[in-house]
């Protein structure tokens, strides 16, 4: 199968970054670089009205090293532009003229309405959020983009002058930050919103956001929950966090501010603005939550330029996290007859608990999940396969999951064999006791369905499941002798009993 290079390069008021991706036919990509130069574009270009020769030469070299990157790498296809600090800057023509030489590619100057479309492109690319109103928002050094959204239907584009390095530059001129001049910044980034926003009745559930000030709040959140995930990418924060941090963040100078987990040094000086800005916004459309998209811009910038070279999958109705786990169990070689057979079964047993044990449908989703994943393992090796499985689920980009729910999702199928959860597996103990009953009772409910497939036949179906005292009756139908996989459905019970605090039994009509 032909596959194609491409490099999408994003030359932003803070910093220069570059990916480059294979891509192949159907839309799929893989990340083979990920290249970033803090070049700060916008250092002193509100006060000056131009890009400093410092920062002038910290891009020309930051792109030579990207030539070579890509040069390297056998790129075809480059997509190269800048944005904010290039477009307000009397030297910024002057300066796209000299890194398209340097880089041998044209760099265009995209607009602000196309820098919010772009992350659009992203978000919608990696989010699944039918049937709700949300925002979606880059936070860049010199300005933010914003997109208004119902479901997969764009509403509107905004781009406003908002970025972190040039609120910075303008509010913030101590260290540490002053509280009189952090409320002046508050007033005017108020204003702004007001003025852009006239009129309107905006209210929003969820914000999608990306830029660095974005996963740097992932990040330190998931530190401040004592949480260790593969990526941030996906993961949920609330706007009570957000609060907690930036008045952490406003108690220290800026080598205090160095020292906080999760925070790159580099952003330390900048971040106070960047989540003052996310958090005035999440005020005023009246959002909860917010989920870290760290791909972004340059992804999409990837994405487009693969369908304007029919790279993208012809449209076969929306992008589905059941889609999307399938499609990774495939790459797998999953066995896909008995994994859809062990779903069938373990969801019938958790419809017959979810009133009991008030299951919620985020639980069925991440059941069902584990139930196609449970033995990719055996791509690795058949040996330790449940393990195998885990570290593949973990790290894997699957659509429509936080990685709250991922990692959930690939402990319940670690579980789906062999021992059950002790003190020494350290990836168990450091969920939360609410997650490690979830993990539990949905491994229980999948190491029965598992066992109840021995022969990997189809041959038993679920007929219901009822609860009486501590005792559970579970009903199956057959279509032959299923004596094998009732001895496997009871060499599988442990977990369920101890989870669900009662004893199954199986029954043949």
């Known amino acids: 199968m032909k596959k194609t290079r491409l490099a999408a390069i994003d030359i932003g008021t803070n910093s220069i970054r570059c990916i480059v991706v294979e891509a192949e036919q159907q839309g799929r990509f893989m990340v083979l670089d990920d290249e970033k130069a803090t070049v700060r574009l916008g250092?002193?270009?509100?006060?000056?009205?131009?890009?400093?020769?410092?920062?002038?030469?910290?891009?020309?070299?930051?792109?030579?090293?990207?030539?070579?990157?890509?040069g390297g790498l056998k790129v075809t296809e480059v997509e190269a532009v800048a944005t904010s600090a290039v477009r307000s800057a009397a030297n910024g023509p002057e300066l796209v003229e000299v890194l398209s030489r340097e880089l041998g590619r044209e760099i265009r100057v995209?607009?602000?309405?196309?820098?919010?479309?772009?992350?659009?492109?992203?978000?919608?690319?990696?989010?699944?959020?039918?049937g709700k109103r949300y925002a979606m928002i880059d936070i860049g050094g010199g300005s933010v983009e914003i997109v208004t959204a119902q479901g997969n239907h764009i509403e509107e584009y905004y781009s406003l002058d908002l970025g972190a390095v040039v609120l910075t530059e303008r509010f913030f001129p101590t260290d540490p930050i002053k509280t009189g001049d952090f409320q002046k910044f508050q007033r005017h980034v108020r204003a702004e919103l007001k003025r852009v926003f006239a009129g309107q009745k905006l209210a929003v559930q969820t914000f999608i956001g990306s830029g660095g000030t974005i996963t740097s709040l992932g990040y330190m959140v998931m530190n401040m929950?004592?949480?260790?995930?593969?990526?941030?990418?996906?993961?949920?924060?609330?706007?009570?966090?957000?609060?907690?941090?930036?008045?952490?963040?406003?108690?220290?100078?800026?080598?205090?501010?160095?020292?906080?987990?999760?925070?790159?040094?580099?952003?330390?000086?900048?971040?106070?603005?960047?989540?003052?800005?996310?958090?005035?916004?999440?005020?005023?459309?009246?959002?909860?939550?917010?989920?870290?998209?760290?791909?972004?811009?340059?992804?999409?910038?990837?994405?487009r330029g693969m369908k304007r070279l029919g790279l993208m999958a012809e449209e076969q109705g929306q992008r589905t996290w059941r889609r999307s786990v399938l499609e990774f169990a495939?790459?797998?070689?999953?066995?896909?007859?008995?994994?859809?057979?062990?779903?069938?079964?373990?969801?019938?047993?958790?419809?017959?608990?979810?009133?009991?044990?008030?299951?919620?449908?985020?639980?069925?989703?991440?059941?069902?999940?584990?139930?196609?994943?449970?033995?990719?393992?055996?791509?690795?090796?058949?040996?330790?396969?449940?393990?195998?499985?885990?570290?593949?689920?973990?790290?894997?980009?699957?659509?429509?999951?936080?990685?709250?729910?991922?990692?959930?999702?690939?402990?319940?199928?670690?579980?789906?064999?062999?021992?059950?959860?002790?003190?020494?597996?350290?990836?168990?103990?450091?969920?939360?006791?609410?997650?490690?009953?979830?993990?539990?009772?949905?491994?229980?409910?999948?190491?029965?369905?598992?066992?109840?497939?021995?022969?990997?036949?189809?041959?038993?179906?679920?007929?219901?499941?009822?609860?009486?005292?501590?005792?559970?009756?579970?009903?199956?139908?057959?279509?032959e002798d299923i004596s094998v996989e009732i001895f496997g459905g009871n060499a599988k019970k442990d977990l369920f009993e101890k989870a669900f605090a009662g004893n199954i039994v199986f029954v043949t009509s």
């Open 43 to 70: 250092e002193q270009l509100s006060k000056t009205g131009a890009i400093s020769p410092a920062a002038f030469a910290r891009a020309v070299e930051a792109i030579s090293r990207i030539r070579k990157l890509i």
């Open 110 to 130: 995209i607009s602000g309405e196309e820098e919010a479309e772009l992350a659009a492109i992203s978000a919608l690319h990696n989010f699944e959020m039918n």
């Open 225 to 303: 929950r004592r949480q260790e995930y593969s990526s941030v990418h996906g993961y949920e924060t609330l706007r009570s966090e957000l609060v907690h941090l930036l008045a952490m963040l406003m108690r220290r100078d800026i080598k205090g501010r160095r020292a906080i987990p999760g925070l790159n040094p580099d952003r330390a000086d900048i971040i106070v603005a960047g989540l003052g800005v996310v958090d005035e916004l999440m005020r005023f459309f009246g959002a909860n939550t917010l989920l870290v998209n760290e791909r972004g811009i340059r992804e999409g910038l990837i994405l």
């Open 330 to 479: 495939r790459s797998c070689h999953f066995d896909e007859a008995h994994s859809r057979h062990v779903a069938g079964m373990a969801l019938a047993m958790f419809d017959s608990l979810a009133k009991e044990f008030r299951l919620k449908k985020t639980e069925r989703r991440m059941l069902e999940a584990a139930a196609y994943l449970h033995d990719i393992g055996y791509f690795i090796s058949y040996t330790s396969h449940h393990k195998h499985s885990y570290h593949l689920i973990r790290h894997a980009d699957l659509f429509g999951f936080t990685p709250q729910e991922r990692e959930m999702v690939a402990q319940v199928a670690r579980y789906h064999r062999k021992s059950l959860p002790k003190k020494k597996h350290a990836e168990f103990l450091r969920m939360s006791e609410k997650d490690q009953q979830t993990v539990c009772r949905l491994g229980g409910i999948l190491r029965i369905a598992d066992g109840l497939d021995r022969r990997r036949s189809g041959l038993v179906e679920v007929v219901e499941l009822l609860h009486g005292g501590n005792d559970y009756r579970m009903k199956l139908l057959g279509t």
